[in-house]
């Protein structure tokens, strides 16, 4: 949720705008490396600072975030809002193991995302001890068309949800190799429902090349699971011929865990 998505609500009078941007600015902190300023809580959030301040000073009554003496963080009450991640038989947790495992195996990064509108939404991440520019989290929502999980995620749905999707969405030129043709993109999703996995070489960020296939449940692909690596280590071969038969052994294994 972002300040110019809280404006698409001004006309709606069930609509509690007051909640809306107290849950954004709760948002941004949580998504933060470092502590932030009532200033820059502000700018990131399209808020005016009067309104940012009111924000910062419920989430401290609410116990939720903090000031510290470079600014306002994440207090540990706020993971009582995300117990359905941690609850023991949530999809996550269920995963979890056999994502650490995948990881060993594979040598990389490796995580586990949910369609979340118009976003992927990673739900669990197991970390390789490598450094890569792109900073990745539980939590972390990125777009569909430019991701290998987002395009797994697309390919599950059915053709008139794709239409809807690219019909509404405005497709940005994140790296030189993005994807921003839509007629394009329709034909890449047909690959990726017949084939069953994506394959992503530097779309979303130059360097970086992922491989996803989905995780099924009832009613179809409920999940992605990927791979993330580096352009300059792994080939798009490698991808393909190593790393996505193993994927797709691993997101078996969470299919019948989930079922």
Not at 94 to 107: F, H, K, N, S, Y
Not at 200 to 226: M, Q
Not at 238 to 256: G, N, T
Request: net charge positive; glycine share 8%.
């Amino acid at each position: 949720m972002e300040s110019s998505e809280l404006a698409t609500f001004a006309g709606d009078p069930n609509f509690m705008m007051s909640l809306g941007r107290g849950l954004l600015v709760l948002k941004l902190l949580a998504g933060a490396e470092r502590p932030m300023t009532l200033a820059v809580v502000s700018r990131r959030s399209g808020l005016s600072r009067a309104a940012a301040r009111r924000c910062l000073y419920t989430l401290g009554q609410l116990c939720y975030v903090e000031p510290g003496s470079r600014g306002y963080v994440i207090r540990n009450d706020v993971l009582a809002l995300g117990r359905g991640f941690m609850n023991p038989e949530s999809l996550a947790a269920r995963a979890q193991p056999l994502l650490d495992v995948l990881r060993d195996e594979l040598g990389e990064s490796c995580s586990i995302g949910v369609l979340e509108q118009d976003h992927v939404r990673y739900i669990a991440r197991s970390e390789a001890s490598r450094i890569m520019s792109i900073n990745l989290r539980i939590g972390s929502r990125l777009p569909l068309y430019a991701t290998s999980m987002g395009r797994v995620l697309l390919a599950g749905r059915s053709v008139a949800e794709r239409q809807a999707y690219l019909e509404r969405i405005a497709l940005t030129q994140l790296t030189p190799r993005t994807v921003t043709d839509k007629a394009r993109l329709v034909t890449i999703l047909t690959h990726v429902e017949r084939d069953g996995f994506a394959i992503i070489d530097e779309e979303l960020e130059v360097g970086l090349r992922s491989a996803s296939v989905p995780i099924s449940g009832k009613g179809g692909v409920i999940a992605a699971i990927n791979v993330g690596t580096s352009s300059g280590r792994t080939s798009v071969k490698a991808l393909k011929d190593k790393f996505v038969p193993v994927l797709q052994q691993v997101a078996r294994e969470i299919s019948r865990l989930v079922e």
